[in-house]
Protein backbone atom coordinates (compact mmCIF):
# COMPACT_ATOMS: atom_id res chain seq x y z
CA UNK A 1 0.00 0.00 0.00
CA UNK A 2 2.71 2.41 0.68
CA UNK A 3 3.95 1.90 -2.46
CA UNK A 4 0.97 2.12 -4.36
CA UNK A 5 -0.58 5.13 -3.02
CA UNK A 6 0.25 7.62 -5.78
CA UNK A 7 -1.63 5.29 -8.20
CA UNK A 8 -4.56 5.06 -6.57
CA UNK A 9 -4.38 9.14 -5.93
CA UNK A 10 -3.34 9.61 -9.71
CA UNK A 11 -6.56 7.28 -10.95
CA UNK A 12 -8.76 8.60 -8.13
CA UNK A 13 -7.91 12.46 -9.07
CA UNK A 14 -8.23 11.74 -13.13
CA UNK A 15 -11.39 10.21 -12.97
CA UNK A 16 -12.94 12.64 -10.59
CA UNK A 17 -11.73 15.38 -13.14
CA UNK A 18 -13.36 13.48 -15.80
CA UNK A 19 -16.66 13.36 -14.56
CA UNK A 20 -16.55 17.07 -12.35
CA UNK A 21 -15.22 18.55 -15.26
CA UNK A 22 -18.06 17.49 -17.42
CA UNK A 23 -20.97 17.59 -15.27
CA UNK A 24 -20.01 20.28 -12.54
CA UNK A 25 -20.86 23.58 -13.46
CA UNK A 26 -19.13 26.05 -15.51
CA UNK A 27 -19.32 30.24 -15.66
CA UNK A 28 -20.71 30.78 -19.53
CA UNK A 29 -18.54 32.55 -21.65
CA UNK A 30 -18.96 34.13 -25.82
CA UNK A 31 -16.96 32.30 -27.89
CA UNK A 32 -15.71 29.75 -25.65
CA UNK A 33 -19.46 28.37 -24.31
CA UNK A 34 -19.22 24.68 -23.01
CA UNK A 35 -15.49 24.17 -24.85
CA UNK A 36 -14.06 25.87 -21.58
CA UNK A 37 -14.26 22.60 -19.89
CA UNK A 38 -11.41 21.35 -22.28
CA UNK A 39 -9.61 23.15 -19.53
CA UNK A 40 -9.16 20.54 -17.64
CA UNK A 41 -7.74 17.96 -20.11
CA UNK A 42 -5.76 20.72 -22.37
CA UNK A 43 -3.64 21.87 -19.84
CA UNK A 44 -2.68 19.28 -17.75
CA UNK A 45 -1.02 17.14 -20.23
CA UNK A 46 1.76 20.28 -20.92
CA UNK A 47 2.32 20.34 -17.39
CA UNK A 48 2.84 16.43 -17.31
CA UNK A 49 4.97 16.78 -20.48
CA UNK A 50 7.04 19.38 -18.77
CA UNK A 51 7.63 17.36 -15.68
CA UNK A 52 8.78 14.45 -17.69
CA UNK A 53 10.99 15.89 -20.00
CA UNK A 54 12.22 18.00 -16.60
CA UNK A 55 12.88 14.32 -15.23
CA UNK A 56 15.03 12.89 -18.51
CA UNK A 57 16.66 16.14 -17.99
CA UNK A 58 17.66 15.02 -14.48
CA UNK A 59 19.00 11.46 -15.37
CA UNK A 60 20.92 12.80 -18.27
CA UNK A 61 22.47 14.55 -16.18
CA UNK A 62 23.36 11.98 -13.78
CA UNK A 63 23.73 9.35 -16.60
CA UNK A 64 26.70 11.57 -17.58
CA UNK A 65 28.44 11.19 -14.35
CA UNK A 66 27.07 7.89 -13.11
CA UNK A 67 27.48 6.56 -16.79
CA UNK A 68 24.96 3.49 -15.42
CA UNK A 69 22.98 2.47 -18.34
CA UNK A 70 19.89 2.71 -15.97
CA UNK A 71 20.35 6.18 -15.95
CA UNK A 72 19.83 6.59 -19.80
CA UNK A 73 16.76 4.19 -19.83
CA UNK A 74 15.13 6.51 -17.37
CA UNK A 75 15.82 9.11 -19.55
CA UNK A 76 14.86 8.28 -22.69
CA UNK A 77 11.47 6.52 -21.14
CA UNK A 78 10.37 9.71 -19.74
CA UNK A 79 11.07 11.24 -23.24
CA UNK A 80 8.62 8.56 -24.65
CA UNK A 81 5.93 9.25 -21.91
CA UNK A 82 6.42 12.72 -22.35
CA UNK A 83 6.33 12.92 -26.07
CA UNK A 84 2.24 11.25 -25.63
CA UNK A 85 1.67 13.83 -23.50
CA UNK A 86 3.00 16.48 -25.97
CA UNK A 87 0.94 14.75 -28.94
CA UNK A 88 -2.46 14.53 -26.27
CA UNK A 89 -1.78 18.26 -25.71
CA UNK A 90 -1.50 19.28 -29.75
CA UNK A 91 -4.36 16.93 -30.32
CA UNK A 92 -6.66 18.26 -27.44
CA UNK A 93 -5.59 22.17 -28.32
CA UNK A 94 -6.16 21.65 -32.08
CA UNK A 95 -9.95 20.34 -31.14
CA UNK A 96 -10.59 23.26 -28.45
CA UNK A 97 -8.93 25.50 -31.56
CA UNK A 98 -11.50 24.07 -34.09
CA UNK A 99 -14.41 25.13 -32.21
CA UNK A 100 -13.13 28.53 -30.93
CA UNK A 101 -11.22 30.10 -33.45
CA UNK A 102 -11.96 27.77 -36.31
CA UNK A 103 -9.27 26.16 -37.42
CA UNK A 104 -7.84 23.28 -36.17
CA UNK A 105 -4.29 24.80 -36.66
CA UNK A 106 -4.70 28.65 -36.16
CA UNK A 107 -0.83 29.44 -36.61
CA UNK A 108 -1.00 30.42 -33.28
CA UNK A 109 2.66 31.07 -31.84
CA UNK A 110 2.38 28.76 -28.71
CA UNK A 111 0.63 26.04 -30.94
CA UNK A 112 3.65 26.57 -33.38
CA UNK A 113 6.37 26.37 -30.85
CA UNK A 114 5.16 23.29 -29.13
CA UNK A 115 5.08 21.69 -32.16
CA UNK A 116 8.71 22.28 -32.75
CA UNK A 117 9.93 21.24 -28.94
CA UNK A 118 8.37 18.29 -30.41
CA UNK A 119 10.37 18.07 -33.18
CA UNK A 120 13.09 18.28 -30.86
CA UNK A 121 12.30 15.41 -29.04
CA UNK A 122 11.97 13.45 -32.12
CA UNK A 123 15.66 14.26 -33.33
CA UNK A 124 16.52 13.33 -29.60
CA UNK A 125 15.13 9.68 -30.62
CA UNK A 126 16.47 9.56 -34.00
CA UNK A 127 19.65 10.35 -32.57
CA UNK A 128 19.69 7.19 -30.47
CA UNK A 129 18.74 5.21 -33.19
CA UNK A 130 21.95 6.41 -35.11
CA UNK A 131 23.83 5.40 -32.50
CA UNK A 132 24.82 1.86 -32.04
CA UNK A 133 27.39 1.26 -29.45
CA UNK A 134 25.56 1.69 -26.08
CA UNK A 135 27.73 3.51 -23.84
CA UNK A 136 28.77 6.28 -26.90
CA UNK A 137 25.22 6.04 -27.86
CA UNK A 138 23.99 6.92 -23.62
CA UNK A 139 26.54 9.65 -23.86
CA UNK A 140 26.05 11.38 -26.80
CA UNK A 141 22.32 11.23 -26.33
CA UNK A 142 22.66 12.61 -23.07
CA UNK A 143 24.85 15.12 -24.33
CA UNK A 144 21.82 16.88 -26.70
CA UNK A 145 19.30 16.09 -23.99
CA UNK A 146 20.54 18.73 -21.90
CA UNK A 147 21.70 20.75 -24.63
CA UNK A 148 18.11 21.38 -26.15
CA UNK A 149 16.60 21.46 -22.74
CA UNK A 150 17.08 25.37 -22.32
CA UNK A 151 15.80 25.78 -26.04
CA UNK A 152 12.50 23.99 -25.26
CA UNK A 153 12.16 26.23 -21.97
CA UNK A 154 13.24 29.45 -24.45
CA UNK A 155 10.37 28.47 -27.34
CA UNK A 156 7.41 27.37 -24.87
CA UNK A 157 8.24 29.96 -21.86
CA UNK A 158 9.69 32.58 -23.32
CA UNK A 159 9.09 33.14 -26.78
CA UNK A 160 5.64 33.17 -26.99
CA UNK A 161 5.25 36.09 -24.58
CA UNK A 162 7.48 38.33 -27.15
CA UNK A 163 4.54 37.74 -29.93
CA UNK A 164 0.57 38.00 -29.81
CA UNK A 165 -1.07 34.97 -29.33
CA UNK A 166 -4.81 33.77 -29.26
CA UNK A 167 -3.93 31.91 -25.87
CA UNK A 168 -5.44 33.23 -22.50
CA UNK A 169 -2.79 35.86 -21.13
CA UNK A 170 -1.32 37.08 -24.26
CA UNK A 171 -1.93 40.03 -26.70
CA UNK A 172 -4.75 41.17 -24.54
CA UNK A 173 -6.79 38.43 -24.03
CA UNK A 174 -7.57 37.92 -20.72
CA UNK A 175 -5.71 35.45 -18.79
CA UNK A 176 -7.13 32.44 -16.61
CA UNK A 177 -7.84 34.34 -13.13
CA UNK A 178 -9.94 36.67 -14.73
CA UNK A 179 -12.51 33.74 -16.01
CA UNK A 180 -11.41 31.10 -13.65
CA UNK A 181 -12.10 33.43 -10.87
CA UNK A 182 -15.20 31.05 -9.50
CA UNK A 183 -13.87 28.71 -7.11
CA UNK A 184 -15.44 25.72 -8.64
CA UNK A 185 -13.14 25.67 -11.55
CA UNK A 186 -9.58 25.92 -10.04
CA UNK A 187 -11.37 22.86 -8.13
CA UNK A 188 -11.44 20.58 -11.11
CA UNK A 189 -8.40 22.42 -12.66
CA UNK A 190 -5.62 21.98 -9.90
CA UNK A 191 -6.92 18.01 -9.00
CA UNK A 192 -6.55 17.35 -13.06
CA UNK A 193 -2.89 18.33 -13.04
CA UNK A 194 -1.94 16.64 -10.41
CA UNK A 195 -3.78 13.88 -11.45
CA UNK A 196 -2.25 14.14 -14.79
CA UNK A 197 1.55 14.72 -13.37
CA UNK A 198 0.80 11.41 -11.29
CA UNK A 199 -0.66 9.33 -13.97
CA UNK A 200 2.17 10.46 -16.42
CA UNK A 201 5.01 9.22 -13.71
CA UNK A 202 3.00 6.01 -13.93
CA UNK A 203 2.90 5.49 -17.53
CA UNK A 204 7.33 6.28 -17.31
CA UNK A 205 7.64 3.97 -14.39
CA UNK A 206 6.09 0.77 -16.12
CA UNK A 207 7.50 1.62 -19.70
CA UNK A 208 11.26 1.93 -17.86
CA UNK A 209 10.26 -1.57 -16.30
CA UNK A 210 9.07 -2.85 -19.15
CA UNK A 211 12.40 -2.10 -21.02
CA UNK A 212 14.77 -2.84 -17.80
CA UNK A 213 13.28 -6.23 -18.48
CA UNK A 214 13.80 -6.28 -22.03
CA UNK A 215 16.86 -5.16 -21.15
CA UNK A 216 17.87 -7.97 -18.93
CA UNK A 217 16.62 -11.14 -21.70
CA UNK A 218 19.00 -9.63 -24.17
CA UNK A 219 22.21 -9.80 -21.96
CA UNK A 220 21.15 -13.73 -20.68
CA UNK B 1 45.36 32.79 -19.18
CA UNK B 2 46.63 29.42 -20.14
CA UNK B 3 43.36 29.41 -21.92
CA UNK B 4 43.71 32.67 -23.72
CA UNK B 5 47.11 31.12 -25.30
CA UNK B 6 45.61 27.97 -26.34
CA UNK B 7 42.23 29.73 -27.92
CA UNK B 8 44.85 32.22 -29.52
CA UNK B 9 46.94 29.78 -31.00
CA UNK B 10 43.95 27.22 -32.12
CA UNK B 11 42.24 30.36 -33.73
CA UNK B 12 45.93 31.03 -36.02
CA UNK B 13 45.66 27.18 -36.64
CA UNK B 14 42.16 27.23 -37.75
CA UNK B 15 42.71 30.33 -39.62
CA UNK B 16 46.08 29.46 -41.26
CA UNK B 17 44.68 26.28 -42.64
CA UNK B 18 41.77 27.84 -44.32
CA UNK B 19 44.15 30.22 -45.52
CA UNK B 20 46.67 27.69 -47.46
CA UNK B 21 43.31 25.82 -48.71
CA UNK B 22 40.88 28.38 -48.90
CA UNK B 23 38.38 25.53 -49.64
CA UNK B 24 35.40 26.39 -46.85
CA UNK B 25 34.98 30.42 -47.22
CA UNK B 26 34.73 29.67 -51.62
CA UNK B 27 33.16 27.16 -51.47
CA UNK B 28 30.51 28.26 -49.33
CA UNK B 29 30.83 31.60 -50.93
CA UNK B 30 29.69 30.32 -54.19
CA UNK B 31 26.79 28.39 -52.81
CA UNK B 32 25.60 31.06 -51.39
CA UNK B 33 26.05 33.27 -54.47
CA UNK B 34 24.33 31.05 -56.58
CA UNK B 35 21.61 29.66 -54.51
CA UNK B 36 21.11 33.65 -54.42
CA UNK B 37 21.06 33.89 -58.22
CA UNK B 38 18.86 30.85 -58.65
CA UNK B 39 15.94 32.23 -56.23
CA UNK B 40 16.77 36.01 -58.50
CA UNK B 41 15.75 33.96 -61.44
CA UNK B 42 13.07 31.76 -59.52
CA UNK B 43 11.21 34.51 -57.88
CA UNK B 44 11.76 37.36 -59.97
CA UNK B 45 7.88 38.58 -60.08
CA UNK B 46 7.86 38.58 -56.24
CA UNK B 47 7.02 42.20 -55.28
CA UNK B 48 7.25 41.71 -51.47
CA UNK B 49 9.79 42.78 -49.12
CA UNK B 50 9.25 40.59 -46.00
CA UNK B 51 9.37 37.80 -48.18
CA UNK B 52 12.63 38.50 -49.21
CA UNK B 53 13.56 39.41 -46.08
CA UNK B 54 12.25 35.63 -44.83
CA UNK B 55 14.81 34.25 -48.31
CA UNK B 56 17.87 35.65 -46.91
CA UNK B 57 17.57 34.28 -43.79
CA UNK B 58 17.06 30.73 -45.35
CA UNK B 59 19.87 31.27 -47.40
CA UNK B 60 21.61 32.34 -44.54
CA UNK B 61 20.61 29.47 -42.68
CA UNK B 62 21.62 27.01 -45.24
CA UNK B 63 25.02 27.81 -46.10
CA UNK B 64 25.83 28.28 -42.62
CA UNK B 65 24.94 25.12 -41.50
CA UNK B 66 27.12 24.06 -44.68
CA UNK B 67 30.00 25.89 -43.61
CA UNK B 68 29.67 25.39 -39.74
CA UNK B 69 29.14 21.43 -40.08
CA UNK B 70 32.75 21.35 -41.39
CA UNK B 71 34.54 22.12 -38.13
CA UNK B 72 34.15 18.99 -36.52
CA UNK B 73 33.13 16.67 -39.53
CA UNK B 74 35.58 17.07 -41.64
CA UNK B 75 38.41 16.86 -39.08
CA UNK B 76 39.94 13.07 -39.12
CA UNK B 77 40.28 11.10 -35.91
CA UNK B 78 43.75 11.69 -35.85
CA UNK B 79 43.51 15.43 -36.18
CA UNK B 80 40.94 15.37 -33.47
CA UNK B 81 43.48 13.12 -30.99
CA UNK B 82 46.08 15.66 -31.81
CA UNK B 83 44.23 18.20 -30.54
CA UNK B 84 43.02 16.59 -27.56
CA UNK B 85 46.49 16.15 -26.04
CA UNK B 86 47.42 19.63 -27.18
CA UNK B 87 44.92 21.78 -25.36
CA UNK B 88 42.18 21.68 -22.73
CA UNK B 89 38.55 20.87 -23.94
CA UNK B 90 36.80 24.38 -23.37
CA UNK B 91 40.31 25.98 -25.43
CA UNK B 92 38.77 23.82 -28.69
CA UNK B 93 35.63 24.58 -28.43
CA UNK B 94 35.97 28.26 -28.37
CA UNK B 95 38.36 28.44 -30.39
CA UNK B 96 36.42 26.49 -33.03
CA UNK B 97 33.07 29.14 -32.00
CA UNK B 98 35.21 31.96 -32.62
CA UNK B 99 36.57 31.28 -35.86
CA UNK B 100 33.43 29.91 -36.87
CA UNK B 101 31.58 33.52 -36.10
CA UNK B 102 34.20 35.12 -38.02
CA UNK B 103 33.61 32.69 -40.86
CA UNK B 104 30.35 33.57 -40.98
CA UNK B 105 30.39 37.16 -39.86
CA UNK B 106 33.11 37.33 -43.93
CA UNK B 107 30.05 35.30 -45.50
CA UNK B 108 27.10 36.79 -44.60
CA UNK B 109 28.38 40.42 -45.33
CA UNK B 110 29.24 39.42 -48.99
CA UNK B 111 25.71 37.77 -49.20
CA UNK B 112 24.18 40.57 -47.79
CA UNK B 113 26.20 42.67 -50.71
CA UNK B 114 25.37 40.67 -53.38
CA UNK B 115 21.87 40.19 -52.38
CA UNK B 116 21.00 44.00 -52.27
CA UNK B 117 23.13 44.15 -55.01
CA UNK B 118 20.79 41.57 -57.06
CA UNK B 119 17.87 42.96 -55.04
CA UNK B 120 17.93 46.40 -55.60
CA UNK B 121 14.10 46.46 -54.53
CA UNK B 122 15.26 44.85 -51.36
CA UNK B 123 17.65 47.26 -49.99
CA UNK B 124 16.44 48.31 -46.50
CA UNK B 125 16.06 51.70 -45.36
CA UNK B 126 17.87 51.10 -41.57
CA UNK B 127 20.73 49.23 -42.92
CA UNK B 128 22.55 49.28 -39.31
CA UNK B 129 19.93 47.36 -37.23
CA UNK B 130 19.89 45.30 -40.55
CA UNK B 131 23.63 44.60 -40.02
CA UNK B 132 22.99 44.13 -36.35
CA UNK B 133 20.49 41.15 -37.01
CA UNK B 134 23.55 39.69 -39.69
CA UNK B 135 25.93 39.62 -36.61
CA UNK B 136 23.83 38.67 -34.14
CA UNK B 137 22.96 36.02 -36.94
CA UNK B 138 26.61 34.94 -37.63
CA UNK B 139 27.14 34.69 -33.70
CA UNK B 140 23.77 32.54 -33.01
CA UNK B 141 24.13 30.17 -36.10
CA UNK B 142 27.81 29.31 -35.06
CA UNK B 143 27.66 28.98 -31.47
CA UNK B 144 24.47 26.22 -32.14
CA UNK B 145 26.01 24.86 -34.92
CA UNK B 146 29.48 24.17 -33.47
CA UNK B 147 28.40 22.05 -30.58
CA UNK B 148 25.55 20.67 -33.06
CA UNK B 149 28.48 19.64 -35.50
CA UNK B 150 30.48 18.57 -32.36
CA UNK B 151 27.70 15.77 -31.37
CA UNK B 152 26.65 14.47 -35.03
CA UNK B 153 30.56 14.14 -35.73
CA UNK B 154 30.90 11.71 -32.63
CA UNK B 155 27.88 9.46 -33.45
CA UNK B 156 29.25 8.63 -36.36
CA UNK B 157 27.01 10.15 -39.71
CA UNK B 158 27.34 13.25 -40.69
CA UNK B 159 24.89 15.05 -43.15
CA UNK B 160 21.68 13.95 -41.95
CA UNK B 161 22.18 13.82 -38.43
CA UNK B 162 23.32 17.56 -38.37
CA UNK B 163 20.23 18.94 -40.21
CA UNK B 164 18.02 17.15 -37.93
CA UNK B 165 19.64 17.72 -34.79
CA UNK B 166 20.16 21.85 -35.84
CA UNK B 167 16.88 22.75 -37.50
CA UNK B 168 14.77 22.28 -34.11
CA UNK B 169 17.35 24.45 -32.04
CA UNK B 170 18.32 26.70 -34.79
CA UNK B 171 14.10 27.63 -35.38
CA UNK B 172 13.54 30.08 -32.05
CA UNK B 173 16.70 32.00 -33.03
CA UNK B 174 15.48 32.23 -36.38
CA UNK B 175 12.07 33.53 -35.64
CA UNK B 176 14.05 36.04 -33.21
CA UNK B 177 16.66 37.25 -36.42
CA UNK B 178 13.65 37.48 -39.37
CA UNK B 179 11.40 39.74 -36.74
CA UNK B 180 14.91 42.07 -35.97
CA UNK B 181 15.20 41.95 -39.69
CA UNK B 182 11.95 42.89 -40.42
CA UNK B 183 12.08 45.56 -37.93
CA UNK B 184 14.93 47.07 -40.26
CA UNK B 185 13.00 46.82 -43.56
CA UNK B 186 9.86 48.46 -42.00
CA UNK B 187 12.06 51.14 -40.67
CA UNK B 188 11.33 51.14 -37.44
CA UNK B 189 12.67 52.98 -35.00
CA UNK B 190 14.92 51.02 -32.77
CA UNK B 191 13.38 50.87 -29.63
CA UNK B 192 11.25 48.75 -31.18
CA UNK B 193 14.06 46.20 -31.75
CA UNK B 194 15.60 46.27 -28.43
CA UNK B 195 13.58 43.30 -26.64
CA UNK B 196 14.60 40.65 -29.59
CA UNK B 197 18.55 41.82 -29.60
CA UNK B 198 18.47 41.25 -26.01
CA UNK B 199 16.66 37.89 -26.44
CA UNK B 200 19.36 36.49 -29.16
CA UNK B 201 22.23 37.93 -26.70
CA UNK B 202 20.26 35.99 -23.95
CA UNK B 203 20.12 32.80 -26.30
CA UNK B 204 23.90 33.12 -27.27
CA UNK B 205 25.01 33.06 -23.95
CA UNK B 206 23.02 30.42 -22.74
CA UNK B 207 23.97 28.42 -25.69
CA UNK B 208 27.71 29.16 -24.78
CA UNK B 209 27.56 28.10 -21.50
CA UNK B 210 25.75 24.82 -21.88
CA UNK B 211 28.29 23.63 -24.79
CA UNK B 212 31.34 24.78 -22.47
CA UNK B 213 29.56 22.48 -19.30
CA UNK B 214 29.03 19.48 -21.97
CA UNK B 215 31.62 19.79 -24.57
CA UNK B 216 34.26 17.98 -22.16
CA UNK B 217 32.36 14.97 -21.62
CA UNK B 218 31.61 14.86 -25.54
CA UNK B 219 35.19 15.17 -26.36
CA UNK B 220 36.43 12.64 -24.13
CA UNK B 221 36.16 9.29 -25.92
Known amino acids: MHK???????????????????????????????????????????????????????????????????????????????????????????IWAKYTWGQFWSFDPKQNFAAISILLYFAYLILRNAIDEEQKRAKISAIYNIFAFPMMVVLLFVLPRLKDSLHPGNGGNPGFNSYDLDSLMRMVFYPACLGWILIGYWVYTIRFRIRSIENKQQHN | MQLAKEVKYLIHKEVLLEWRSKYTINGVLLYVVSTIFTCYLSFVSLGDKLTWNALFWIIMLFASINGVSKSFLQETKGQQLYSYILASPAAVLISKTVYNTLLMLVLTTIALGFYTLVFDSFTPPDMVLYYVAVVLGSMSFSTVFTMVSAIASKAGNGGMLMAILSFPIIIPVLILLIKLAKNAVDGLPWENSYDEIAMLLVVNVLMVATSLLLFPYLWRD
Do not use: C, Q
Not at chain 1, 36 to 46: A, C, D, K, T
Open chain 1, 4 to 94: TWWKILGSGLVIYTAIAGLLLGVPHLPILNETIRNLYFHVPMWFAMIVLFSISVFYSVKSLSSKSEIDDIKAVESVNAGIIFGILGLITGA
